[in-house]
């Protein structure tokens, strides 16, 4: 069982940055690949990042170049850093992680809203 909590949602202005967190119950060292995910108004969820155990990212190309992902192992943490954020960036953020043959696990979402 891995749990997951995301925070660092909030209101801003179109432009604005902000950095949400996913915490994760388990080690991020033992997890082979943790990825954030939004879900807008009336919309699908959408894959927005993942960065995979090794380090590498991967990006959703409507977010490359403004926004990025990290990991800290030491606090089971894994960022996601939102800069020149835009008005349809507006949406619910998940994290999201897997184990093969044991369980998929979502977080409760954290609320992102860019006004114009």
């Known amino acids: 069982q891995v749990q997951v909590v995301e925070s660092g949602g909030g209101l801003v202005q179109a432009g604005g940055s902000l950095r949400l967190s996913c915490q994760t119950s388990v080690s991020t060292s033992r997890i082979n690949a943790i990825d954030w995910y939004r879900q807008a108004p009336g919309k699908q969820r959408e894959f927005v990042a993942r960065i995979s155990s090794d380090g590498s990212t991967n990006l959703a190309d409507s977010v490359k170049g403004r926004f990025t992902i990290s990991r800290d192992n030491a606090k089971n943490t894994v960022y996601l850093q939102m800069n020149s954020l835009k008005p349809e960036d507006t949406a619910v953020y998940y994290c999201?992680?897997?184990?093969?043959?044991?369980?998929?696990?979502w977080g409760q979402g954290t609320q992102v809203t860019v006004s114009s």
């Open positions: 999201y992680t897997a184990k093969p043959g044991v369980g998929v696990y």
